[in-house]
């Protein structure tokens, strides 16, 4: 049955911009989707068990695995409403995931197979990945989300990112692509998932293609892509931002999730300054040279947001819930076992009643602040969430 559920009405009906920001990180996408899960628990006992996050969220990005999120609570089912709710996303990955990275059984030769696949093509070939993107979303583009996305990928023929947004799609109509193909994208992971080719029509009927790997070459943390993207539209007029500044920080709410670091588990100078490009590859059970690139861009982005909110003296507006104490099986992006999901399950859960952290500017470290848990500050948050949507609803009812 459809829903009597109101869509989020533009920020000009109230006082803040809200962002939802989601990681890239494989596997451990489980994470943030324990986090969700529980937000939108917290916002359903506020407004009803109908409300789901996109009702919510001026903005929601993401990048690989968090662009797959992304478009699960936003992409439409045929009562246009979203496609999965928060707290199914624990079970997609947990059914999902270990059809994607099938695992193979260990045997005498597994080392010797396994670098050869990485150095002669991708460790996964996608095509279950590909498949059940397309099913579930099917001819769904890009403009038919139940909000604004932002989804961040690379295209390798251009040399340069690719961001998929619901703002820039309106000035450069070839970005309406198939949700589908954005998806498979932003998570085909070098190494891991082949590349992406697809083509999009432009008005006057000529194509454009696309030659796309995974959107954590760009930002692993999209949540300062999706900031500049609102702060564009700003700056060029947008109506549906008519009462905020583009420097007006105060007035935004961010809820940035990261899927989990090995921040303990670094290599030694001694040894990586011997290596080739094989240990570059494949060392310590992963791919340094990948997760090296993607925890940096994704350190980067966090640690020039919490400088500019705590500069402008509004660091409660941004909070990031990310968990750096991973150690072993748990720090792979494609181990998926049955007990290493379950295990991710435990961390997500665990990681909500840790304290709220805030990164230290001057070592990188995550650090306690005198906040509560994370699950009390979703707790506020999802107060404060309620209360923008409530008052976009009355202001709507007064014009």
Aim: aromatic share 8%; charged share 20%.
């Amino acid at each position: 049955m459809a829903t009597t559920v109101s869509a989020l009405k533009p920020q000009s009906y109230g006082n803040c911009v809200t962002i939802l920001s989601i990681d890239g990180g494989g596997i451990r996408g489980i994470i943030p989707g324990v986090v969700l899960g529980y937000l939108e628990t917290e916002l359903q006992k506020l407004d009803g068990s109908d409300v789901r996050l996109a009702d919510y969220f001026d903005v929601i990005a993401g990048t690989s695995t968090g662009g797959l999120v992304t478009a699960m609570l936003t992409a439409p089912n045929e009562s246009k409403r979203p496609l999965y709710a928060a707290k199914d996303i624990k079970d997609f990955y947990l059914e999902e995931c270990p059809k994607i990275f099938p695992q193979e059984k260990p045997h005498l030769f597994s080392g010797v197979e396994s670098l050869v696949k990485s150095v002669t093509g991708p460790k996964y070939d996608g095509k279950y990945l590909h498949s059940m993107v397309q099913e579930k979303l099917g001819q769904t583009r890009l403009h038919d989300t139940l909000t604004n996305v932002v989804i961040p990928a690379f295209d390798v023929k251009l040399s340069q990112p690719t961001i998929f947004s619901s703002y820039a799609m309106k000035h450069f109509s070839s970005l309406d692509a198939l949700l589908s193909d954005i998806c498979i994208s932003t998570s085909a992971a070098p190494t891991y998932l082949p590349a992406h080719k697809f083509e999009t029509k432009e008005p006057d009927g000529s194509t454009r293609e696309f030659h796309m790997i995974d959107g954590g070459m760009a930002a692993n943390n999209p949540t300062l892509v999706a900031m500049g993207q609102v702060t564009r539209e700003i700056s060029r007029g947008n109506p549906d931002f008519a009462s905020i500044g583009a420097s007006e920080y105060s007035r935004f709410i961010v809820l940035s999730l990261g899927t989990g670091t090995t921040k303990g588990e670094g290599f030694d100078a001694d040894n990586v300054a011997k290596w080739g490009l094989l240990s570059w590859l494949t060392s310590g059970n992963s791919t340094p040279i990948i997760d090296i690139y993607t925890q940096a861009s994704g350190d980067i982005a966090d640690l020039h947001l919490s400088t500019i909110f705590q500069t402008m003296q509004c660091e409660e507006n941004y909070l990031r819930i990310q968990d750096d104490s991973l150690t072993g099986d748990l720090g792979s992006v494609d181990l998926a076992t049955k007990e290493n999901l379950e295990n991710l399950v435990k961390v997500g859960e665990n990681l909500l009643k840790k304290p709220v952290s805030r990164v230290n500017l001057k070592n990188g470290v995550f650090e306690s602040v005198n906040r509560g848990t994370n699950e009390e500050a979703l707790k506020r948050l999802a107060a404060s969430l309620s209360q923008e949507r409530g008052l976009r609803i009355a202001s709507e009812s007064k014009k």
